[in-house]
């Protein structure tokens, strides 16, 4: 595989910081880390990431000041908000200043992966897209594109909701692998459904009406453990 992408993942909670990074280095990426904006400024004069995850909400000045200075120093590095202010004016100003998408927390592990993939293939320059990754996942007769969220099972359409769609795709990437209710939760709702593995159980449900009409079934249930996609 070709060198793995680098995200700086900038925010204040160690946390949420330690989650992203974890996750992102699951997803193949290489990271770094920063607390804070001067960190963050440093971080990226030093290591050159190919984008950045920044919080704007930061100890010592916003994230949306780490941009608007990075922009006025000719750096173009991709930027990506997380923030738990989502009103329209804030949306406005973040992507004024020069960001490339906005995320508000809470999110979803796989949704933010998928955000970071979409700004990466969207920023590289022409002719190029991020090593390793067409964006289409493949498993048996099932096909997930990425960029367009789109999904098909043995050439047919399936039309799935948002939650739907990112359960799928994190099933798809561990494919053959048994993953726990809990390791579905947290990579793919977030923190703020720990504990409620019911709403697992319903989402996988929900996914089986949809493909196994179109194919042998492909989500098999360990019993007392969680699920496994596999063809």
Known sequence: ????????????????????????????????????G??????????????????????????????????ADGDQVPVVFLTARDTPSDTVRGLTLGGDDYVTKPFSIEALVARVRAVL???????????GDDGVLRVGDLELDEAHWTVRRGGARVDLSPTEFRL???LMRNA?????????????WG???????????????YLRRKLDPLGTPIIHTQR????ALRP
């Open 121 to 131: 293939r969207r920023t590289a320059p022409a002719g190029t897209s991020p090593p």
């Open 191 to 205: 923190w703020e459904h720990h504990g409620n593995a019911q709403v697992v159980e319903t989402y996988v449900s």
């Open 38 to 71: 001067g960190d963050a400024l440093r971080e990226v004069a030093e290591s050159r990431p190919d984008l950045v995850l920044l919080d704007v909400m930061l100890p010592d000045f916003d994230g949306f000041e780490v941009c608007r200075r990075l922009r």
């Open 1 to 36: 595989m070709s060198e793995s992408r680098r995200v700086l993942v900038v925010d204040d909670e160690a946390n949420i910081r330690d989650l992203i990074e974890v996750a992102l280095r699951f997803h193949g990426f290489t990271t770094a880390t920063a607390a804070t």
């Open 224 to 227: 007392g453990v969680g699920y």
């Open 176 to 188: 053959g692998k048994v993953l726990s209710r809990t390791q579905l939760l947290e990579s793919v």
């Open 168 to 170: 799928l795709a994190h």
